[in-house]
């Protein structure tokens, strides 16, 4: 299941790219018009630019910006941040990958070979769905 950090980690990046760059766009406008928890899109915001994603810039024109260009930010990239692996099971990840303890032959096994393909699928999608494009739709 998405985590809500992602989920507004995904509004928040998609609410900043509807803006024009010229202009940071404050939390506080974020979290009105996106309906985030104030102090909860403040972290987020944190662990965002943290990442890369966005960039930050304080004072009296402070706010935030897209870091990337729009088609370079994916969801699955967003997702990460906050919910780590997008496979369901360790042994199928690309990034954190840990072999299960009770498999006896991962190359025979049949809960593997499912879950790698549910994790191709999930990340196909997710790798395609980038800021741009959604934006655009």
């Known amino acids: 299941m998405l985590s809500k950090r992602s989920k507004y980690g995904i509004k928040a990046v998609l609410y900043i790219a509807r803006q024009k760059a010229e202009?940071?766009?404050l939390a506080s406008e974020i979290?009105?018009?996106?309906?985030?928890?104030?102090k909860f899109l403040e972290?987020?915001?944190r662990d965002l630019v943290a990442a890369g994603i966005l960039k930050s810039r304080?004072?009296?024109?402070?706010g935030y910006f897209l870091r990337k260009p729009k088609e370079q930010i994916t969801f699955a990239?967003?997702?990460r941040v906050f919910d780590g692996p997008i496979a369901l099971i360790?042994?199928?990840s690309e990034n954190f990958y840990e072999a299960c303890p009770e498999c006896a032959d991962e190359k025979t096994c049949v809960i593997r070979k499912v879950f790698l393909r549910i994790r191709v699928a999930t990340l196909d999608i997710l790798e395609e769905s980038n800021v741009l494009k959604l934006l655009e739709e």
């Open 23 to 25: 202009h940071p766009v």
């Open 31 to 38: 979290a009105e018009r996106e309906r985030i928890p104030h």
């Open 43 to 45: 972290a987020i915001l």
């Open 58 to 62: 304080r004072g009296r024109s402070g």
């Open 77 to 79: 990239e967003i997702m």
């Open 90 to 92: 360790p042994c199928v």
